[in-house]
């Protein structure tokens, strides 16, 4: 049990860890403001459904206590995913196991706040890298990289060669990446091992061949483009807006493609038709299809944002789990579309029958109890301003909530807001 977790724990049953699951996964289908509106007694807008799958105590006691591993018995060995190294297994066993990919695979990293500054990406704790069906978005393998360690030398190389393990998918595959992997010993190495390969890559990175003899410039014609070939990989340049770098063991430099842009003529913007290399053509075909489903990463950070990275893993590995159970679903038929499939999904993991019990059935003591989910957060998020104070346009911090309002108020021996409150609410008919 986490030290300093303060709500009381008992041991977790099979069904209720599933209830909790089915619990993360309503949050992320029915967006409330806070964790705490889920389980908030308002005649208004307050939602009935938690509450008959657990108190929210409950829910924040696992939530305080979940590790992916047993931590007084797992020792590190140097393995610094230790903590999730069983999870993952099974997740990577099982994502192998159910399906076998399409030929053309996509490698990614599978991150939900794409947008955001390195910084913020790093303060997550990991990264997440994917082998994806470009078919389907069906995640055929994960690798997990911890960030609180420096990227070792060929870090990129290797990320790609784990997740491309011939033993069990076999050869032949079509593998496209973006410019953070493509060096040409991968794509020789992967060409070497039957593995087809298309990337973008940088200009500055060494190693790449450069046609220094009939460049492009800036004033070259958009869609004009240069390549060059070294023994099974050929490297095109092409002239479009930005200029594009791409490489490829599995194309042509050109096999005849047209692309429609917008250009400029006689001061107003036309359709034309431009060529476009073979290797971009399909690039764009692939890689753009790549679309998972992963959200519950980016709301649990809205309200979690201290997070242990290990919590974050066990989240991501849930998003993962849920999108190949529905790709499955369709690729074998199925017609719901993904938000009744997740309903349904929600259902089953909470056991819910037909007939949800009526709200007026469900009790909570209007009491004043402490706003801070850990003993560490008393002083710091544990402390809110009251809501009785606002009202006055004074701003007053206080570490006492209604645990049936979930509204923080003053409980002092001079000033009783939490009394004002609830007479308000009482004259008020509510």
Request: hydrophobic share 35%; glycine share 4%.
């Amino acid at each position: 049990m986490t030290k300093q977790c303060k709500y009381p724990w008992t041991d977790v049953s099979v069904e209720e860890l599933y209830h909790y699951i089915g619990l993360i996964f309503y949050m992320d289908v029915v967006r409330m403001y806070s964790v705490a509106d889920y389980w908030r007694q308002d005649p208004f807008f307050s939602v009935p459904f938690p509450s008959t799958v657990m108190s929210m105590d409950r829910y924040h006691a696992i939530l305080c206590n979940l590790h992916l591993s047993d931590p007084n018995a797992d020792e590190n060995d140097g393995d610094t995913l230790f903590k999730v190294k069983s999870l993952m297994d099974s997740i990577r066993q099982a994502c192998s196991a159910h399906y076998q990919p399409r030929r053309n695979v996509v490698v990614s990293e599978r991150f939900v706040l794409r947008k955001v500054k390195p910084v913020i990406k790093a303060k997550l704790g990991f990264r997440f890298f994917v082998l994806i069906d470009s078919s389907n978005g069906y995640t055929a393998d994960v690798s997990v990289y911890k960030t609180s360690f420096p990227p070792r030398p060929g870090f990129s190389y290797g990320t790609v060669m784990s997740l491309l393990d011939a033993k069990a998918l076999g050869s032949g595959y079509h593998v496209y990446m973006d410019d953070f992997y493509t060096t040409p010993k991968l794509m020789k190495d992967l060409f070497a091992l039957k593995f087809g390969a298309c990337g973008m890559y940088r200009d500055q990175r060494k190693d790449f061949p450069r046609n220094k003899s009939n460049p492009l410039t800036e004033k070259s014609t958009r869609g004009s483009y240069r390549w060059i070939r070294d023994g099974p990989v050929v490297f095109v340049k092409w002239m479009d807006r930005p200029e594009v770098s791409i490489c490829s063991t599995i194309h042509q430099a050109y096999t005849g493609e047209h692309v429609e842009r917008k250009v400029r003529r006689q001061g107003s913007r036309k359709t034309k038709s431009i060529p476009c290399p073979a290797p971009v053509s399909a690039y764009s075909q692939h890689i753009v299809e790549v679309d998972p489903f992963d959200q519950l990463l980016q709301y649990y950070i809205m309200h979690y944002n201290s997070l242990k990275w290990y919590k974050k893993v066990f989240l991501q590995f849930l998003d993962i789990a849920a999108a190949n159970a529905f790709i499955l679903h369709k690729e074998q038929g199925g017609k719901l579309t993904h938000k009744k499939f997740m309903d349904q999904l929600i259902e089953e993991l909470c056991s819910v029958s037909e007939e949800v019990p009526e709200q007026s059935s469900i009790q909570v003591e209007h009491l004043p109890v402490s706003g801070a989910l850990l003993e560490s957060h008393t002083a710091t998020t544990g402390r809110q301003a009251c809501s009785q104070c606002k009202k006055q346009d004074i701003r007053q911090l206080t570490p006492w909530k209604c645990q049936a309002c979930h509204v923080f108020l003053c409980v002092e021996v001079d000033r009783n807001c939490f009394l004002d409150w609830h007479k308000n609410i009482a004259c008020s008919g509510l």
